[in-house]
């Protein structure tokens, strides 16, 4: 008989203690399920467009290349010293002397631009590619951003080191989106700044107005930017330079 009793205040010692034992390993498992939550680095901040560095040369002018289709160019400016080209020089040229280069022409596209760019000759100190409008109503995207890339590898060939602003597809939303979102990736891998350019196309304002004749006899369409267009054009892209 005394040997039971004796059996059961153990148990009575014992058994609680064999209930409890489990939680203390499962309260270690749960801080250390925790535990990385307070010691994980913080999410960083949305990346936001960062100044297109201008490294101006002691011994020579500033070298700019513009490659570009016809709003590079300058289609529809009533004068060329109002297209975005221009206004993009001569606020360049505030800071110092510029040589500017433009491989521009209405109906150029990406892959006709890469061609075009292997008989210029670097080095160059910033470059502005515009380019998409003519490629995003006749290829694909995909299509689009393997000629961009090729593109931007061939300016890189020419400018390694230079400032890079990559314009956004000019066109309405629906038609640039696909095309911008080739394009972005591309201009990152290749250290440049992306400018988007549909919200300026979708103001009305700043095309047209159809039909108006400018100065030299021609007809305005309602696609192309028109001197306040190019204005505005030449404002958001500045806007990314540290000139």
Not at 85 to 96: Q, V
Not at 136 to 145: D, H, K, N, W
Not at 192 to 212: A, H, I, K, N
Request: hydrophobic content about 50%; charged content about 15%.
């Amino acid at each position: 008989m005394v040997a039971l009793v004796g059996c059961l205040v153990a148990l009575a010692v014992l058994l609680p203690l064999a209930l409890r034992t489990p939680a203390a390993p499962v309260a270690a498992a749960a801080a250390a399920t925790a535990a990385p939550a307070t010691t994980a680095p913080a999410v960083p901040a949305a990346a936001t467009p960062g100044d297109v560095p201008v490294v101006r040369p002691t011994d020579r002018p500033l070298r700019v290349l513009f490659v570009g289709d016809s709003l590079m160019w300058g289609s529809f400016a009533s004068d060329e010293s109002l297209t975005y080209r221009e206004r993009i020089s001569t606020a360049l040229g505030a800071g110092g002397p510029v040589d500017a280069v433009s491989v521009a022409r209405p109906g150029l596209r990406a892959a006709k631009a890469a061609v075009a760019l292997q008989k210029q000759q670097g080095p160059f100190d910033l470059v502005f590619v515009e380019i998409g409008a003519n490629d995003s109503v006749s290829i694909t995207p995909a299509q689009f951003g393997a000629d961009y890339a090729d593109l931007l590898d061939q300016v890189r060939l020419l400018a390694p080191q230079a400032g890079l602003v990559c314009v956004g597809v000019w066109n309405g939303i629906d038609e640039a989106t696909p095309f911008d979102r080739e394009l972005r990736p591309v201009c990152a891998e290749h250290q440049g700044v992306v400018v988007p350019m549909t919200g300026l196309y979708t103001d009305e304002t700043l095309r047209g107005p159809e039909g108006s004749v400018l100065p030299d006899g021609t007809v305005r369409d309602q696609f192309h930017p028109n001197d306040l267009g190019h204005e505005a054009i030449a404002a958001a892209v500045l806007d990314v330079v540290d000139h």
